[in-house]
């Protein structure tokens, strides 16, 4: 465990990326460790990160896409099986459905030709007027703009730190928001219609805001904008990048 409390980025690329994981991160507390979102590289980075499942306590998801989701069955088949153990799942009631229905159930419904459910697997906990608890610390379920007729959300920790998920750009949702520190999703190589892109983020936001947001979710060509990313943003969030939480 932890002496003091670190949000960690275990992954920052996009989707496609071949040089980075997916976009996920941990909350590492005195008292245990918030995985947010599980996508199909998370075994692995958590892994780079001196990490296993066993030492998952939590999860929260953002949002039911591949790369935010997919290692969940992973995740469970190995803590049931392995680990004997159940993970706590904080979850928005609205992604419930599209969770499991749509995605889960398909590997994760039948076991031993018995029917199994989602708390089969995690404790799952459904969050109340988008606020929850971990490890001492408040947390805001945010929702964001993503893709169109699909939740999503990001999270605020304390009023310190501020993650968006996937996005695009939210000024109506973040310009009235109070943090220090902020990650958010943004496209650096093309325009796309579900991610903000960085000059997006410029037009959108205050020079101050930009200034403490860390560009994640990017493509392998990231090097292309280096040069107008630099000096107008607090940078590219990086794997294995570290912020103490007050």
Not at 29 to 38: A, E, Q, R
Not at 51 to 71: E, K, L, R, S
Not at 76 to 86: G, V
Request: overall charge negative; glycine content about 8%.
């Amino acid at each position: 465990m932890q002496s003091v409390s670190q949000f960690k980025i275990i992954g920052c690329g996009n989707s496609e990326s071949l040089r980075h994981f997916n976009n996920n991160a941990l909350l590492c507390c005195t008292s245990g460790n918030l995985l947010i979102d599980c996508g199909h590289t998370a075994k692995l980075a958590l892994h780079e990160q001196g990490y296993g499942w066993a030492d998952i306590d939590a999860v929260y998801i953002t949002h039911v896409h591949g790369d935010h989701v997919f290692g969940l069955e992973r995740l469970a088949f190995e803590s049931r099986f392995k680990l004997n153990t159940r993970p706590k799942l904080f979850l928005e009631p609205e992604l419930e459905n599209e969770l499991w229905e749509q995605t889960l159930k398909g590997s994760l419904g039948n076991i031993n030709g018995k029917s199994q459910v989602l708390a089969d697997y995690f404790d799952v906990q459904f969050i109340q007027d988008h606020k929850f608890s971990f490890g001492g610390h408040h947390i805001h379920s945010i929702p964001v703009d993503h893709a169109p007729d699909k939740s999503a959300f990001g999270i605020l920790i304390d009023n310190y730190l501020f993650y968006s998920g996937d996005t695009k750009a939210i000024p109506e949702v973040v310009n009235e928001l109070n943090f220090e520190i902020g990650f958010h999703d943004a496209s650096v190589a093309e325009i796309s219609p579900v991610h903000a892109h960085f000059e997006s983020l410029k037009s959108s936001y205050s020079v101050a805001t930009c200034k403490k947001l860390y560009l994640m979710s990017y493509e392998d060509d990231w090097r292309l904008a280096a040069k107008d990313i630099d000096g107008t943003f607090a940078g590219l969030a990086e794997q294995g990048q570290v912020v103490t939480l007050p």
